[in-house]
């Protein structure tokens, strides 16, 4: 996910090692500067906490939400939605100390209203897309990480990785997993790790490894590929015309290697391929989420769509279409970014498909079980 408002498995999430985080989906608590003591209460309740009762329809949401503190809208949204976790953008970052405040009051509220934590996310994959611009020493573009070779990814990544625990952030939306190819590299750029799959392949799995051995989740994206798009989906529907079995291998091969690296989330490309499905992107078709992605790679970890905040998806389907097609394609996560407004709609919409049909409420707790295998680790981090 990229622009002015918007950034935005493997075999389960991998041994946290190095720094330890400050604080985890169900560990934050005081709601105040002097809240020292309440926090503490809090940590040591555990795992107590999560099991108290909590709506489980939200759980599939990640939420966008403006300002730098947590505000009667954020308050009423964690309250309302009960989502599974939120997005931070540069408009939710003044300072590091400010941040962790933020964290530390929406973790206490959920803790407190929902009987659990919620998980934070956030896109650092350096250059033009890092939401924590000012807060810390600036992430190379990936381009310019490939090209100085795999020790810098490597070191880069692991910078990434301490610097979002360092806040009491779980996931990190990269890396970008598309190929650097014409026409698509017109508005990726330098987002893109390089043109050869085999070298995207190899710098994705260490930017995926460092992250996940520091404790960070990773997201492989944008699946399965947007190296050949010339449209960016923030503002248009991308139709892939030009993709046919014979020309997919090459821009699979980084996401095969990262689902056999263990990544713990692959992100959907809001782009048509009407090779798999003539009728709906990637992000709601179930014979890409499903067939190829789960079937055909063997990818068990968390399936996220990108924003559905973008135009490629808001200015086509209802918030009732997408949450049924959703469901089917196999999402895990509905990532609503742009609009604090949209969130409620269309968490009545995702209710009422799981109500009205029992495959799609199969689909929804099945979706719960693994986000919870994915990112439920998470919670132990103190």
């Known amino acids: 996910m990229a622009g002015a408002w918007s950034p935005v498995a493997g075999s389960g999430p991998a041994r946290v090692s190095g720094l330890e985080a400050r604080r985890g989906p169900d560990a934050g608590t005081g709601r105040g ?25 939200g759980r599939q949401l990640f ?23 939120i997005v931070l953008f540069q408009r939710n970052v003044e300072s590091a100390p400010r941040v962790r405040d933020l964290l530390d009051q929406a973790q206490a509220l959920a803790g407190e209203h929902l009987g659990r934590g919620l998980w934070v996310a956030i896109d650092q994959e350096g250059g033009r897309v890092q939401r924590l611009r000012g807060l810390f020493e600036p992430l190379p573009a990936a381009r310019e990480l ?26 990190n ?22 043109a050869d799959p085999e ?36 503002h248009h529907l991308p139709v892939l015309e030009t993709y046919r079995e014979a ?11 990262a689902v056999a690296a263990g990544v713990h989330a692959v992100m959907s490309s809001h782009a048509l391929y009407p090779f798999w499905d003539p009728d709906h992107p990637a992000t709601l078709a179930a ?63 995702l209710a009422d498909a799981v109500k009205s049909d029992g495959r799609l409420a ?4 099945a979706a719960i079980a693994r986000l919870e295998r994915s990112f439920g680790f998470h919670r132990q981090r103190r």
């Open 287 to 349: 014979t890409v989420g499903r067939d190829l992605l789960r079937r055909r790679m063997g990818f068990t970890g968390a399936y996220l769509s990108d924003d559905l905040d973008m135009a490629a998806i808001r200015r086509r389907y209802s918030d009732a279409e997408v949450a049924r097609l959703g469901l089917a394609a196999g999402l895990d996560a509905f990532l609503l970014c742009q609009d604090p407004e949209h969130c409620e709609p269309f968490l009545k919409a």
């Open 173 to 194: 939306f990269a890396p970008v997993l598309d190929l650097a190819t014409e026409p698509g590299i017109g508005f990726l750029q330098d987002r893109c790790l390089a």
């Open 247 to 257: 020309q997919m291998p090459p821009h699979l091969i980084p996401f095969e290697r």
């Open 146 to 171: 490939a090209a100085a070779g795999p020790g810098a990814v490597a070191q880069y990544a692991g910078l990434a990785a301490d610097q979002l625990r360092s806040l009491g952030i779980h996931i």
């Open 362 to 365: 199969a689909h929804h707790q």
């Open 199 to 234: 070298d995207v392949a190899l710098l994705g799995q260490i930017w995926i490894r460092t992250l996940q051995d520091r404790g960070i989740s990773a997201t492989a994206k944008h699946f399965p590929g947007l190296g050949l798009a010339a449209l960016d989906p923030h």
């Open 63 to 85: 939420i966008g939400f403006p300002g730098t503190e947590l505000s009667a809208g954020l308050d009423h949204l964690i309250r309302a939605v009960a989502p599974g976790g």
């Open 33 to 57: 500067k002097n809240s020292g003591t309440n926090r503490r209460r809090h940590r040591r309740r555990g795992f107590a906490l999560m099991s108290r009762p909590a709506g489980d329809i």
